[in-house]
């Protein structure tokens, strides 16, 4: 064995960092040693969202498994760090612990709070005075540009709305929605493809804008939304196989009479 480890029958955390150190030290693993940052930046988005599909499969096994696979991404991340000699993976659970105390003085001071709502604008205040977030647009560039969209510009109405900058009821948002609707046609009838990006854009924000106040979470209308088109489409497939029909080479029209019957097929279940 090249290594000097100790195997065991049940491994905790300081485990796991020791095997990183191992997998990226001098005898260790030549994928692993070579990894950045960058490079396994996308692995730790798919292992966050495939804990999630754990999570709304309401898998308590796989959850445990994928949240594990998130643990790792966080190590292999410190580690990268610990061998540059700027923080290790200590420092990581030394920052979260103060910053849990730090913001639930409720629990760790001598705050009283009514309910959760009253924690939850603790944290904000706490939160934007240790980020010296001191305006609303501070407040609004936190928010990581790389979140999928829907849910960036969620969190962004959000907090303007916190300070009043809102439509008052949902037909506001609604009659916007029409109203970049229109805008959206004309670009496309006028053929200008740099504007049809942007009326798009402002078409999806309006969207997100409605969807806010409807108390609906645009993101999981979208995932329900795709979910019913995957559902009804293996529907489609199955029925034109079973017909001897090639879809590449059959009208639309006919397509869409696949399409009402898979859909009234699965309404009927």
């Not at 070579?34 to 096994?61: F, M, P």
């Not at 000699?85 to 760790?108: Q, T, Y």
Request: aromatic share 6%.
């Amino acid at each position: 064995m090249k290594q000097d480890f100790q195997f065991k029958s049940k491994y905790d955390v300081n485990d796991l960092v020791r095997i990183m150190q191992l997998l990226r030290g001098e005898n260790g693993c030549p994928w692993d040693k070579e990894q950045t940052h960058e490079s396994i930046r996308k692995n730790l988005i798919e292992e966050t969202y495939e804990a999630v599909e754990a999570i709304d499969k309401k898998d308590s096994h796989l959850l445990c498994e994928e949240l594990g696979d998130v643990l790792m991404q966080v190590v292999f991340h410190a580690q990268m760090e610990a061998e540059a000699g700027v923080f290790d993976f200590s420092d990581v659970a030394d920052g979260v612990c103060k910053k849990l105390i730090e913001r639930h003085p409720n629990v760790f001071g001598d705050t009283e709070v009514a309910d959760a709502d009253e924690v939850l604008v603790n944290w904000d205040k706490i939160k934007s005075a240790s980020k010296n977030r001191k305006t609303v647009t501070d407040k609004m560039l936190s928010v990581p540009r790389q979140l999928p969209a829907l849910m960036r510009a969620c969190k962004v109405q959000e907090k303007a709305a916190k300070v009043g900058f809102d439509w008052p009821d949902e037909e506001g948002a609604l009659q916007k929605f029409e109203e970049e609707t229109g805008e959206l046609r004309a670009a496309v009838q006028n053929k200008d493809a740099t504007n049809t990006e942007e009326e798009l854009g402002d078409l999806l924000f309006s969207v997100v804008n409605a969807a806010r106040l409807l108390s609906v979470d645009p993101e999981e209308a979208l995932t329900k939304a795709t979910d019913k088109f995957l559902n009804r489409f293996s529907v489609v497939e199955k029925l034109a196989g079973e017909r001897g029909i090639t879809m590449e080479n059959t009208p639309l029209p006919e397509l869409d009479k696949l399409w009402d019957e898979a859909k009234a097929t699965l309404e009927s279940k």
